[in-house]
Structure formats: C-alpha cells, structure tokens
C-alpha cells in the first residue's frame, strides 16, 4: 500500500490547460488521500518537467507517482525511467490520461475538470494498490533467421553476418537473387543489373557466417523472440549439392520441354534446370512434375551423362531444425495475374507481355539474346505500346492500390527499346506518371527528350488485327479516343505480395493488410518492425518499392536485428499474468483464451502455468477465468474495484 | 470560368445516375473502351469533366450523349465503378423532359420498317425520344 | 420439362423462323416452351433513371404473370433477357421500396414470387450439354465458329451474372458440345450497335463490322448471335460494306443446335436470314 503518493499535473502547452482547469483540478486532488504532494507543470515531458518529477520524489520520499497527462502510449517510459532514475521503481509510476480521454473530447471546462479529478482519482488508486516489479531477463540466442534471398535478404543477412552473427537465410527457389535477378538495366542508372547483383549474391553465398539453405522453405516457427525454434522444409533437389560441378551437360541432354517460369514462359527449360547462368549456388535442381523418370516413365539421361555421377532420384524432402533469436521476413513479390483482366488479351491475344517478360527480352540471358524481338514470330517489332496501371489503382477488376514502380520502370523499358531499335517507335499510355526518387524526374525528361510518347489515357482494350496488336487508348488532354495499331504490348502489370510470403505471414500470425502486405509497426515511424516481437520485415513483402529502398529498408532491419543482439539481455515488461494455484482447478479456460498460446494447463500439476515471456499482458485470460485464480500483476481485481470506486 | 455555374443541373445528372462524379480520377478508360468512342463528342471521360467543372449545359448540348449504345462497357472496366452509360442517360432524360426528341417515328423509311427488328425500333425512340 | 417462355417482339414477327426452330430443338431435348399468356412487350432496352417507373412496368408484368406459372422465364433474346432481368432485380433494390410499391399498382397480375429470367442457352446447360451430345445426329465438321455473345448478354455483371463479362464461354463450350471447333476471338461480347442502326446507321455498321474483322482474323467461318438484333447488324453491316464472296455467314444459334440435332433444312428457318447461310452451309457439307 502505498501512502505517500505524488502527483504532477502536466499542461500540455494548451492541449490540456485550455480545457481542464489546471489549479482548480491539482487542489482537488492534493485532497486525497494518501497524496502527500500535487504540483502542476507546463510540459511534464521536457528535461525541465521530468527534473521536476525526480527531484520531488526525492524531496518528499514518494513511493508512487501519478502524471496526469497525454496518453500512457507516449510518454509511459519517459516518467517511469526518470522515476527509475530518481530510485522510485518504474512500476509505481502510473499515467492519468486527462488529455486524449478527457481534455481533446470534452468542450465544457467544469465538466472536463471534474472528470479530470476522476480520472486521476482512479489512477491513484491503482497506484496504491501497485507492487514494485521488476522487468524479466530473456535469454537471446544471437543467431538470424531471413526468409527469402531476393535482394531484400541477401542485404539483411549480409548486414548481419557482416556484424559477426550466424544467419540463416532460406529461399524457395533453387538460386538466389529474386526478382532483381530477372531485370536487364535497373532505373534510373541503367546499371546492369545482373552485374550489381551477382557481386551480393556471390557473397552471400559464400560468407562464413551465412548457413544458406536454397530450394527449402520455413515450415514452422515456435518460440517468442530470442528462442525461435523454426522448422524448415528442404525439397528434393534430386541432385546431390555437394557433388554437382555446375558443368551443364545435363541441360543439354534431357528431352523434356517446359515453359520457364524465370522467362516469363518466353523459352523452354528442361526437367532438369538452373534458373540463369550466373546462378548462385551453381547446381541444377530436376522438376519433379516434369521429369519422365520421376513420373514413372524410363528415362534417365541425366544420371548416365553426368561426370560428377551427381544425380539422386530417390532424394526426399526432408525436414531441418534451426534455432534462431530474429527472423527477418523478405518475402518479396509477384506480379498481378493480368489475365484476369480480359480486356488486355494477356495470354490470349499474340505478342502481349508482361514488365517482367520484356525485362527478359531485353535481357542478354533471355530469349533472344538481348535483341528486342517479339514471342510470336521473332521479328522486330517497329511499334511498341507499353500499358501503365495494367491492374493497378483499379478497385474494380486489380489492385486498389499504386504499385509504384511501373512508371519508373516502364520509362526505362521504353528508352532501351529504343536504344535498341532506332527506328521504333514507342508509346506509353498513363494516367500519371510518378517519379518521387532521386534523379527520377531527370531520367523521364530524358525519356522523353529521347522521343518517347507518352498518351495520358488508361488501355481500354487490346485486340489481334492479323498480324498486328490493336490498342484502344484514348489521351484525355486532347480529349480523344485514340487507336493504336502496334507490334508489341507491355503491359506494367500491378505488383502483389508473393502469395508463399502472405501465407507464411498468416502462419506466423503476423499482420498482414487487406491486400496481403505485411503490416509494419507503424506507418511513418517503424517501418521494419512487426507488432510480434521478434520479426522484422524488409522488401517488397511490406509493400511495393524499388530496389534502392529495398536495399534501405532491408539494412534497416538488420540494424533492429543487431540492436537486439547487440544488448546482453533481452528484456520483457513484468506486467504479466501470474496464476494463483490455490484457487486454480486446471480448467483451461485461460489457455483456449490466450492469444499468445502463454498459458496452458500442465497436465501433472492440473494448474495454468504462465510463460512469462509470452505473455503480452492483454488480460483476456483474467477475464476468462471463472474462480479469478489468473490476474495480471499491478492490474489485480481489487486494485480494479478500488479504480472503479474512486 | 465560372465553376459553380449550374450545379443544379450537376445534381441533378448524379441524382438521376446514381453515380458519384467526384469518384472519377479521368483516366480515360472509358472513352479508350467505348465502340462508339471516336464519332462520340464529348467522349465518355470528357464528359464526366465537363460534369465535375460545373459545365452541365456543354454536355447537355453536345451530340456525343445521343450516341451511346448502352453497351456498359464503360461502366465495366472502370477503375473507380463510374458507369457513364447512366450518366449520359440522365443527360438525355433531362433534354428529353424539354419535349425536344433526337428521333422522329415519321422519319424512318419504308425499307426500313420492313428490314429492322422492332425491337430496335422501340429501343432507339425510348433512348432519343419523347 | 415445361418452362415459361416469352418469345419478344422481334422473335414473335419478323424473326419468327428462330423461334419456331428454337422451340423444335428444344422438343428433341425434352423441353416444352410454354409460351406467357397475353405477354407485353419488355421495352427492348432498359432503362436507368432512378425516377423512370413507367418504363419498368412493362417487363415487371411480364415477371408478374410468369411468376404465375412458376419460378422462371425463358427468353431466346438477349436484349428481353437483359431488360427482364434487370427489372426483375431492381424491384428488390434496398432502398427502392416505395416505387416498387408504385409500380406494382399498374400491374394487375400479382406478383406472386420472384423469378427466374433465362436465357434459352441457361436452359441448354440445365439439360446438360453431355445429354446433349447424346442427341446430336449431325456433328458439325469441326465447323469454326466464333461465338458472339453481344453487350446485353453479360452486361451489367452484378445482376445477370451470366458468365465473365468479357470471356464468356458458354455458347462456345455448346457449340464444342455439337461438334463444331469454337474460335476464340477478341469481339464476343463488344457492342454490335445495336439500337443506333436506326437512326445513326453508319455507327452501328462500324460497330459491327469490327465484330466481323476480328472474328475472320481468328480463323472463324461463321458467326453465331444469341440476339436477333445483333443477327441483324452483322448481316446488314456485311450487306453493306462487303462483296457477296467476302461475306462470313451469321447464324442464330438455336438453328445451329436445330441442325446439330438433326432438324430438316425447312424446319431451321433459313431462308428468312438476311444473308443466307445455306450454300456456305452446303459447301461446308452440313446440309
């Protein structure tokens, strides 16, 4: 029980002084008891103010301390580390809120005193009732775990392997480099980007910190941040890593033909595959689904030519155990299915591709060796139409959203063909063009400077004419419809999340947006973090971006990562549930509650067992319990009487 | 220019629609889609704009909202759910109202009754007349 | 199975050929059309305006005295279909209660029950197009048709629900079922004109003609339409702006099931086409 409680009554500038009557409300509660001091300030926050706080518990030897002021959600940890700092335990500070729940939503002055005093009247109470707590150590195991190898998660794991931790980093597919592996030139240096990226991946795969498990996927993760225990999925590769030499003679050999997916269905691998030449690891993978001999038809072909005798045919999947204290998600994205909008005939209509599959035809590793050339009968194509908003900001048959990057990248798109071909010509038809980075707007004044066209209208339709591609169009400006007759169409089709990343998200139980991006902590001020400790997000998987924020972001979340590393200990706040096992029958009814999965009932004890490391100190499981055995400390129900009374 | 000029008539056109004008960001889609798009004046997307500048009577006077064909091809590929066959056709109940039809019974030929289904006929004197 | 019918103007006149082949395909499959009692006319095209009640009294009558006989309502006509339907959807608008009130004050009948509005193709696929590969004695060759569906068909997707509003596939996947090769092709459901050919003709033969252009450009031999409005426009377009040897022959597709199903050559009404299709039809082998 505490009996010398202080009281300081913030102003909040006007915030709370231009509603509550300030002197009238701190001679009010001066009166209570067991309130030994109430001063009022202008801005308790300030260094000033908080001096304030932690000299008069000095002066008047508090042993609890109410501010009465803005939300607990903004200023909680500055008062209770300058009550920490004045050798009061933090726990016995509580926040007032008189400014969000009683200044900013009451406009008559006595009624907003009144139920100021209220307000702070409870909080009293409460802190009379409060136990000095302490927070809880958490052991952390400084060990990584990044999902996904596109550049997001080769920058995060290179970060923290860089610093001297172990990272595992897992990607789904046979190589890694993600998509930026795809692009020919990247905006708005025209680097190669093959050439930028191949240095990172090189390293990444070779780094000693850096365990790379390629082609395995992250079944499960338990655990809470420091001690995940993450379950891995390694796919049969049917080809021993270790023995394959990346020589390729295999590639040559096998007799099935399939569509590339890294190609955008523009060529045909075999069965038997790496993704591009400079891939990292070098060694082939077999497609399973498409293998004669794995489906039961004799083939073999593969095993008999290869020198290094690397083929397995009876490989399994087969499942690793990794324990980690981060995870960074890097997920990644993909491409919009376009062909869910029948209107632009993707799929149907010839010579209608995607950004990605024009990246690939401008590619030196594409289908036509980098000379632009169109899928249906390889000529040149003279007229190029590129689509933007292909399924973007279209809330009626796309995405609502802006995916923005196709602007940037459609320009770009458009000043290669016509490096390329100097003759073409090449249409873009926009709503708007958007060029917020840096050297951006310099680099679409160069697009058009170059000669590029720009028609400000969305594609309505695109149609085949015989041999030709029909765009219908329209330019707003001149207030026209406008029909195109073209070679080729690009269409910049809208970019979502990778639907393996929104899935793994969901298993995790980590937010994710009605669009299937995964939901940082806050909008403008922690972009890398979730709202379940521990996880930390880069890449595309947040949201659409191009590869410089990618790269930011992405060291950004190594930087949390290694801020949690960096410390000797992990805290975890004490204001957790704790089980009085007295009154406890086992019932479970707490456990079926808890979000957390923080209290489950042990079946030898038949009582609740709390982790307290788990425990987010929601209170659900208090209100569940039918004989009150399961109580959150500093929030015990006789504390909440006495709060209520007040 | 005077942008609050008639918007009564503005009111008028979105309440006989149902379609909210201020939805449109005039990306142009609807008149790219329009089969009728290059004889319509104003097309589809220009329209809606004289509309959202408080320029109801340019619309209302113009010879593009008599050729519409009701396709809804507009309507369904717009990104923002604007369907501008309705709004053309509130344009046209409102001249309508003023007893001035586009098409006259007497004027159709005798061929032509014979050879064109009745139902085009019955279409086309509800859409443009009164 | 018996389903109510209601033929439309054009059908019951000027197109009278479709319906009469349509009710005798419809006969080899089992199904009897019964046609409304004292039918109206729907209007031929619907109308919009929130405060236009007078224009939805003629098709709700209709929906009225089918409601009637039972839960649905065959048409053969896009358009009547695509009015009915709306009309009958629109009089259970949230919000729209009071003029549904109005409304049905001018509609003698009573509106027993809400219905079923049809297009004759639904009922194909009710039948089932197996059984109706069963039925077929005349397979059509391999015949290439593109399948031209026409704006009312789809159009406005949240109330017909017919099939996806730009790809519909269920006339092709009949005329597969009958043993001619469907053509894909870009125009299925694009505007024909429609109702513009009669004052604004040379709209509507651009309108048209486009139809015909994309359709030969995929291969396509043959049209197929499933509105006699739209059969129109192509032929009449076709008449126009085309050499007889150019032309691409336009069939209503109950006299492409009628011919599938082994309806004589008198019975499928060809004659009263615009452009007649029979020495197309001879020369492809399929009369």
């Given at each position: 029980?505490?009996?010398?409680?202080?009281?300081?009554?913030?102003?909040?500038?006007?915030?709370?002084?231009?509603?509550?009557?300030?002197?009238?409300?701190?001679?009010?509660?001066?009166?209570?008891?067991?309130?030994?001091?109430?001063?009022?300030?202008?801005?308790?926050?300030?260094?000033?103010?908080?001096?304030?706080?932690?000299?008069?518990?000095?002066?008047?030897?508090?042993?609890?301390?109410?501010?009465?002021?803005?939300?607990?959600?903004?200023?909680?940890?500055?008062?209770?580390?300058?009550?920490?700092?004045?050798?009061?335990?933090?726990?016995?500070?509580?926040?007032?809120?008189?400014?969000?729940?009683?200044?900013?939503?009451?406009?008559?002055?006595?009624?907003?005193?009144?139920?100021?005093?209220?307000?702070?009247?409870?909080?009293?109470?409460?802190?009379?009732?409060?136990?000095?707590?302490?927070?809880?150590?958490?052991?952390?195991?400084?060990?990584?775990?990044?999902?996904?190898?596109?550049?997001?998660?080769?920058?995060?794991?290179?970060?923290?392997?860089?610093?001297?931790?172990?990272?595992?980093?897992?990607?789904?597919?046979?190589?890694?480099?993600?998509?930026?592996?795809?692009?020919?030139?990247?905006?708005?240096?025209?680097?190669?980007?093959?050439?930028?990226?191949?240095?990172?991946?090189?390293?990444?795969?070779?780094?000693?910190?850096?365990?790379?498990?390629?082609?395995?996927?992250?079944?499960?993760?338990?655990?809470?941040?420091?001690?995940?225990?993450?379950?891995?999925?390694?796919?049969?590769?049917?080809?021993?890593?270790?023995?394959?030499?990346?020589?390729?003679?295999?590639?040559?050999?096998?007799?099935?033909?399939?569509?590339?997916?890294?190609?955008?269905?523009?060529?045909?691998?075999?069965?038997?595959?790496?993704?591009?030449?400079?891939?990292?690891?070098?060694?082939?993978?077999?497609?399973?689904?498409?293998?004669?001999?794995?489906?039961?038809?004799?083939?073999?072909?593969?095993?008999?030519?290869?020198?290094?005798?690397?083929?397995?045919?009876?490989?399994?999947?087969?499942?690793?155990?990794?324990?980690?204290?981060?995870?960074?998600l890097?997920t990644g994205y993909e491409?919009f299915?376009?062909?869910?909008?029948?209107?632009?005939?993707?799929?149907?209509?010839?010579?209608?591709?995607?950004?990605?599959?024009?990246?690939?035809?401008?590619?030196?590793?594409?289908?036509?060796?980098?000379?632009?050339?169109?899928?249906?009968?390889?000529?040149?194509?003279?007229?190029?139409?590129?689509?933007?908003?292909?399924?973007s900001?279209?809330a009626?048959?796309g995405v609502p959203y802006c995916s923005k990057?196709?602007?940037?990248?459609?320009?770009?798109?458009?000043?290669?063909?016509?490096?390329?071909?100097?003759?073409?010509?090449?249409?873009?038809?926009?709503?708007?063009?958007?060029?917020?980075?840096?050297?951006?707007?310099?680099?679409?004044?160069?697009?058009?400077?170059?000669?590029?066209?720009?028609?400000?209208?969305?594609?309505?339709?695109?149609?085949?004419?015989?041999?030709?591609?029909?765009?219908?169009?329209?330019?707003?400006?001149?207030?026209?419809?406008?029909?195109?007759?073209?070679?080729?169409?690009?269409?910049?089709?809208a970019v979502v999340p990778n639907p393996?990343g929104v899935e793994l998200a969901r298993?995790l139980k980590i937010a994710v947006d009605a669009n299937g991006f995964q939901t940082e902590a806050h909008p403008k001020?922690r972009p890398v973090e979730t709202l379940t400790?521990?996880f930390?997000l880069?890449g595309c998987g947040q949201g659409p971006k191009?590869?410089?924020?990618?790269?930011?972001q992405?060291?950004?979340?190594?930087?949390?990562?290694?801020?949690?590393?960096?410390?000797?200990?992990?805290?975890?706040?004490?204001?957790?549930?704790?089980?009085?096992?007295?009154?406890?029958?086992?019932?479970?009814?707490?456990?079926?509650?808890?979000?957390?999965?923080?209290?489950?009932?042990?079946?030898?004890?038949?009582?609740?067992?709390?982790?307290?490391?788990?425990?987010?100190?929601?209170?659900?499981?208090?209100?569940?319990?039918?004989?009150?055995?399961?109580?959150?400390?500093?929030?015990?129900?006789?504390?909440?009487?006495?709060?209520?009374?007040? | 220019?005077?942008?609050?000029?008639?918007?009564?008539?503005?009111?008028?056109?979105?309440?006989?629609?149902?379609?909210?004008?201020?939805?449109?960001?005039?990306?142009?889609?609807?008149?790219?889609?329009?089969?009728?798009?290059?004889?319509?004046?104003?097309?589809?997307?220009?329209?809606?704009?004289?509309?959202?500048?408080?320029?109801?009577?340019?619309?209302?006077?113009?010879?593009?909202?008599?050729?519409?064909?009701?396709?809804?091809?507009?309507?369904?590929?717009?990104?923002?759910?604007?369907?501008?066959?309705?709004?053309?056709?509130?344009?046209?109940?409102?001249?309508?109202?003023?007893?001035?039809?586009?098409?006259?019974?007497?004027?159709?030929?005798?061929?032509?009754?014979?050879?064109?289904?009745?139902?085009?006929?019955?279409?086309?004197?509800?859409?443009?007349?009164? | 199975?018996?389903?109510?019918?209601?033929?439309?103007?054009?059908?019951?006149?000027?197109?009278?050929?479709?319906?009469?082949?349509?009710?005798?395909?419809?006969?080899?499959?089992?199904?009897?059309?019964?046609?409304?009692?004292?039918?109206?006319?729907?209007?031929?095209?619907?109308?919009?305006?929130?405060?236009?009640?007078?224009?939805?009294?003629?098709?709700?009558?209709?929906?009225?005295?089918?409601?009637?006989?039972?839960?649905?309502?065959?048409?053969?006509?896009?358009?009547?279909?695509?009015?009915?339907?709306?009309?009958?959807?629109?009089?259970?608008?949230?919000?729209?209660?009071?003029?549904?009130?109005?409304?049905?004050?001018?509609?003698?009948?009573?509106?027993?029950?809400?219905?079923?509005?049809?297009?004759?193709?639904?009922?194909?696929?009710?039948?089932?197009?197996?059984?109706?590969?069963?039925?077929?004695?005349?397979?059509?060759?391999?015949?290439?048709?593109?399948?031209?569906?026409?704006?009312?068909?789809?159009?406005?997707?949240?109330?017909?629900?017919?099939?996806?509003?730009?790809?519909?596939?269920?006339?092709?996947?009949?005329?597969?079922?009958?043993?001619?090769?469907?053509?894909?092709?870009?125009?299925?459901?694009?505007?024909?004109?429609?109702?513009?050919?009669?004052?604004?003709?040379?709209?509507?033969?651009?309108?048209?003609?486009?139809?015909?252009?994309?359709?030969?450009?995929?291969?396509?031999?043959?049209?197929?339409?499933?509105?006699?409005?739209?059969?129109?426009?192509?032929?009449?377009?076709?008449?126009?702006?085309?050499?007889?040897?150019?032309?691409?022959?336009?069939?209503?597709?109950?006299?492409?099931?009628?011919?599938?199903?082994?309806?004589?050559?008198?019975?499928?009404?060809?004659?009263?086409?615009?452009?007649?299709?029979?020495?197309?039809?001879?020369?492809?082998?399929?009369?």
């Open positions: 029980m505490r009996k010398r409680i202080g009281i300081f009554v913030c102003h909040c500038g006007i915030n709370i002084a231009g509603v509550v009557k300030v002197p009238e409300l701190v001679a009010r509660v001066k009166a209570i008891p067991d309130v030994v001091s109430a001063l009022d300030y202008v801005y308790c926050c300030s260094d000033p103010g908080q001096k304030l706080i932690k000299e008069t518990i000095k002066e008047k030897k508090l042993d609890g301390v109410v501010v009465a002021c803005c939300s607990p959600s903004l200023h909680e940890t500055t008062f209770r580390k300058a009550a920490s700092e004045a050798g009061l335990n933090p726990y016995l500070c509580e926040i007032a809120n008189i400014r969000e729940q009683c200044s900013w939503v009451t406009s008559d002055r006595d009624e907003a005193t009144e139920k100021a005093e209220g307000i702070v009247r409870t909080i009293v109470a409460k802190v009379r009732e409060d136990q000095a707590l302490e927070r809880l150590k958490v052991p952390m195991l400084k060990r990584a775990l990044v999902v996904g190898a596109g550049i997001a998660g080769i920058q995060a794991a290179l970060d923290i392997a860089n610093a001297g931790y172990e990272v595992v980093l897992v990607e789904k597919e046979p190589s890694i480099g993600g998509h930026m592996a795809q692009l020919s030139e990247t905006f708005p240096t025209l680097d190669c980007s093959q050439c930028i990226l191949t240095p990172k991946t090189v390293e990444a795969g070779h780094h000693p910190k850096i365990k790379l498990l390629t082609y395995a996927e992250v079944a499960e993760v338990s655990g809470f941040i420091g001690n995940f225990r993450v379950k891995i999925r390694q796919k049969p590769r049917y080809v021993d890593i270790d023995a394959c030499t990346g020589c390729g003679i295999c590639l040559e050999k096998c007799p099935v033909r399939v569509d590339s997916g890294f190609d955008r269905n523009l060529t045909k691998r075999r069965a038997i595959y790496r993704l591009f030449p400079q891939a990292v690891p070098n060694k082939v993978v077999i497609d399973a689904k498409n293998c004669r001999q794995l489906q039961g038809k004799k083939c073999g072909v593969c095993a008999r030519v290869c020198p290094a005798q690397a083929i397995r045919y009876e490989d399994k999947e087969r499942f690793l155990d990794e324990e980690v204290g981060a995870i960074v890097a491409l299915d376009i062909s869910k909008v029948g209107s632009y005939g993707f799929g149907q209509v010839p010579d209608v591709i995607d950004g990605l599959g024009f990246e690939r035809i401008l590619s030196a590793s594409g289908p036509f060796a980098g000379e632009v050339r169109r899928p249906s009968d390889g000529r040149v194509p003279k007229r190029v139409v590129f689509v933007q908003c292909a399924g900001r279209d009626n048959q990057i196709c602007c940037m990248y459609t320009a770009k798109h458009a000043l290669l063909y016509k490096h390329r071909v100097h003759d073409g010509e090449a249409i873009i038809c926009y709503i708007d063009v958007r060029t917020p980075g840096k050297g951006f707007e310099e680099f679409y004044r160069r697009v058009t400077d170059e000669g590029v066209k720009y028609l400000r209208g969305k594609v309505s339709k695109i149609f085949r004419r015989n041999d030709k591609v029909v765009v219908w169009a329209a330019d707003t400006l001149a207030g026209k419809k406008i029909e195109i007759e073209a070679d080729m169409v690009v269409l910049a089709t393996r298993k001020l400790a521990g930390f880069a191009d590869i410089p924020e990618t790269v930011a992405a060291s950004g979340a190594a930087a949390k990562v290694l801020a949690m590393f960096g410390t000797s200990e992990l805290y975890h706040e004490p204001v957790i549930a704790e089980v009085d096992e007295e009154i406890c029958v086992g019932c479970g009814n707490c456990e079926r509650t808890c979000a957390y999965e923080a209290v489950k009932v042990d079946k030898r004890k038949g009582k609740a067992m709390v982790q307290a490391v788990m425990c987010e100190g929601c209170g659900a499981c208090s209100v569940s319990c039918p004989a009150g055995a399961i109580n959150l400390k500093n929030f015990v129900k006789k504390a909440l009487m006495e709060m209520v009374d007040a | 220019m005077n942008s609050t000029g008639n918007s009564d008539l503005v009111r008028r056109i979105e309440e006989l629609s149902g379609q909210r004008l201020q939805d449109c960001y005039q990306c142009g889609c609807c008149s790219a889609g329009c089969p009728i798009g290059e004889m319509m004046e104003p097309p589809p997307s220009k329209g809606v704009r004289l509309l959202q500048l408080g320029l109801a009577e340019e619309l209302l006077a113009s010879d593009g909202i008599w050729l519409c064909a009701s396709c809804l091809i507009c309507g369904t590929r717009c990104p923002r759910n604007v369907d501008y066959a309705r709004i053309a056709e509130a344009c046209r109940a409102i001249v309508l109202r003023t007893k001035k039809s586009q098409v006259d019974p007497d004027k159709v030929s005798e061929s032509d009754l014979q050879d064109v289904p009745q139902q085009a006929f019955i279409a086309s004197f509800r859409k443009f007349s009164v | 199975m018996k389903y109510p019918y209601y033929p439309g103007c054009t059908l019951y006149s000027k197109a009278k050929n479709l319906d009469r082949c349509a009710r005798k395909a419809a006969a080899l499959l089992d199904v009897e059309l019964e046609e409304l009692p004292s039918w109206n006319c729907c209007g031929a095209i619907y109308n919009t305006n929130i405060d236009d009640l007078a224009a939805q009294v003629g098709p709700v009558r209709n929906l009225a005295k089918a409601s009637q006989l039972g839960e649905k309502l065959v048409t053969l006509c896009a358009a009547c279909y695509n009015v009915l339907k709306r009309a009958g959807g629109h009089l259970n608008a949230t919000g729209f209660e009071e003029e549904r009130k109005r409304i049905l004050e001018f509609v003698d009948e009573r509106y027993e029950r809400d219905v079923r509005v049809m297009h004759y193709l639904e009922v194909l696929k009710e039948v089932g197009f197996e059984k109706i590969k069963q039925r077929v004695k005349k397979p059509l060759n391999g015949l290439k048709v593109a399948s031209y569906y026409g704006c009312l068909m789809t159009r406005p997707k949240e109330v017909l629900q017919f099939d996806d509003p730009e790809n519909p596939i269920m006339m092709d996947d009949l005329m597969a079922t009958l043993g001619a090769e469907p053509v894909r092709f870009d125009f299925k459901a694009e505007c024909c004109g429609g109702y513009l050919v009669v004052n604004r003709r040379d709209v509507a033969q651009a309108c048209s003609m486009r139809i015909i252009e994309n359709a030969k450009t995929w291969g396509a031999e043959a049209v197929v339409t499933t509105c006699p409005l739209c059969q129109y426009n192509l032929e009449s377009a076709q008449s126009a702006k085309l050499p007889a040897d150019k032309r691409m022959a336009i069939l209503y597709f109950t006299q492409v099931l009628g011919l599938a199903l082994g309806l004589g050559e008198d019975e499928l009404g060809f004659e009263d086409n615009k452009l007649d299709p029979k020495p197309f039809l001879k020369e492809k082998g399929l009369l």
